[in-house]
C-alpha cells in the first residue's frame, strides 16, 4: 500500500471528515491522520442541537454517525498521532509514529489541545527533547534517555529504544516534570530528584499543532488562515477548532470543505506547473 497521497489530513473529527469527503469528490487520495473517537471535541457534547438537517442527538451518537461515515469514505485511515509536518520540496513529510506519509498538500483539523508544556520542553526541543523515537531513537544509541508518557505507545517506544541500545529511564506517571541542561539537554527533573540524561523522549497524547508545523501564524490561539484557510505556510491549509473560535460544528464543517477545495486547487496547480517533455 503506497504511503504518498495527494492530501494528508491530520485529525478525523468533523473538519477533517468534511474536509476527507470533498478531497475524494474531486478525485484526490487522501490519508487522514486520526486519534481514537473520545478524543473529538463532539464526542464529549452533551446533546448537539444546532446542526443542519439533523434532529437533536449526544455528541457521540453524532460522532458515530461521522466515524462511520469516515470509515466508509475510501480515505486511507491512519491511526496514531502526527508528530510532525516537514516541507519536502513540493510534498510534505508527515511522521506518524512509526510511521512516514507524503502528501503533496496538508489539511490541520486537530482541534484544540490543551496542554502544557513542561519548563525547557520548548527550549531543548531538536537539541535532546524529541517527540519520536523512532525518527531520533539512533542518535542516542549507547547513551541514556528518559522516555516521559504512561501510554502503551510510550511503552513500546521505550522497548523499542532499549532495543537498539538506549540505557533507558521509564517515567510513566503524569507530574511536574522538567528538562534541564545548557545548550544540550542533561537531565530530567522529576518528584524533587534531578536524573542525568542525554535525550528526553515525551510522548504525551496529543502534539500541539504549533509544534506540528513550523512556520505557522498564531492568533488568539488559532491557525491564523485567509478565507481559503490557507496559512503562512503554502500547501498547508487549518479547518476548525484549530483556526480559533467560535468553537462550533457547523464552522469546523465549513472550514474542512473550504480547506479541501483550497488544498485541492493546490494540488492541481502543482501538476500543471511540472515542465512537460
Ligand atoms: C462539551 C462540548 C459541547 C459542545 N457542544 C456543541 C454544540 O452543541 N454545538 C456546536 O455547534 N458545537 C459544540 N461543540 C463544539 C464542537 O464539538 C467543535 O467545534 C467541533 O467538534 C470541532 O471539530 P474539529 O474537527 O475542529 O476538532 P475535534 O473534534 O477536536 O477533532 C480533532 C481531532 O484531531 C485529533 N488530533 C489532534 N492532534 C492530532 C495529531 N497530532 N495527530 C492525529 N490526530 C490529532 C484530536 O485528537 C481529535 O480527535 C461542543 C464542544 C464541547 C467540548
Excluded at 487522514?32 to 442541537?49: C, D, F, I, R, W
Excluded at 503533496?104 to 527550549?123: D, F, H, M, N, Q
Excluded at 528526553?200 to 512556520?215: A, E, H, N, W, Y
Excluded at 485541492?264 to 512537460?276: H, N, R
Aim: hydrophobic residues 40%; contains cysteine.
Amino acid at each position: 500500500m503506497s504511503d504518498s497521497f495527494d492530501i494528508v489530513i491530520i485529525g478525523g473529527g468533523a473538519a477533517g471528515l468534511s474536509a476527507a469527503l470533498t478531497c475524494l469528490n474531486r478525485g484526490k487520495t487522501v490519508a487522514v491522520v486520526l486519534n481514537p473517537q473520545e478524543t473529538e471535541s463532539l464526542y464529549k457534547a452533551e446533546q448537539v442541537s444546532n446542526y443542519p438537517g439533523l434532529p437533536a442527538m449526544s455528541g457521540k451518537e453524532l460522532s458515530d454517525l461521522f466515524r462511520r461515515q469516515l470509515e466508509e469514505s475510501g480515505a486511507e485511515l491512519k491511526k496514531g498521532r502526527a508528530l510532525s509536518v516537514l516541507p519536502m520540496g513540493d510534498s510534505f513529510g508527515v511522521a506518524v509514529e512509526d510511521r512516514f506519509l507524503t502528501g503533496r498538500a496538508v489539511i490541520l483539523a486537530a482541534g484544540i489541545t490543551r496542554e502544557k508544556l513542561y519548563p525547557g520542553e520548548a527550549e531543548f526541543l531538536g537539541r535532546g527533547v524529541s517527540y519520536c523515537a523512532t525518527c531520533d531513537g539512533m542518535l542516542y544509541r549507547g547513551k541514556t534517555v528518559a522516555v516521559v508518557g504512561g501510554s502503551e505507545e510510550a511503552k513500546r517506544d521505550a522497548d523499542f529504544l532499549e532495543s537498539i541500545g538506549c540505557r533507558v529511564l521509564r517515567f510513566e506517571k503524569n507530574g511536574a516534570y522538567a528538562v534541564k541542561g545548557e545548550g544540550k539537554v542533561s537531565a530530567l527533573l522529576f518528584g524533587g530528584q534531578e536524573y542525568p540524561v542525554d535525550g528526553v523522549f515525551i510522548l504525551k497524547d496529543t502534539v500541539s499543532v504549533t509544534r506540528l508545523v513550523p512556520g505557522l501564524e498564531y492568533e488568539s490561539g488559532g491557525i491564523v488562515t485567509d478565507r481559503h484557510m490557507a496559512t503562512a505556510v503554502p500547501g498547508v491549509f487549518a479547518a476548525g477548532d484549530c483556526t480559533g473560535k467560535p468553537y462550533q460544528l457547523a464552522k469546523a464543517v465549513g472550514e474542512g470543505n473550504v480547506a479541501a477545495l483550497s488544498a485541492c486547487e493546490y494540488v492541481d496547480s502543482l501538476s500543471s506547473a511540472k515542465p512537460t517533455n
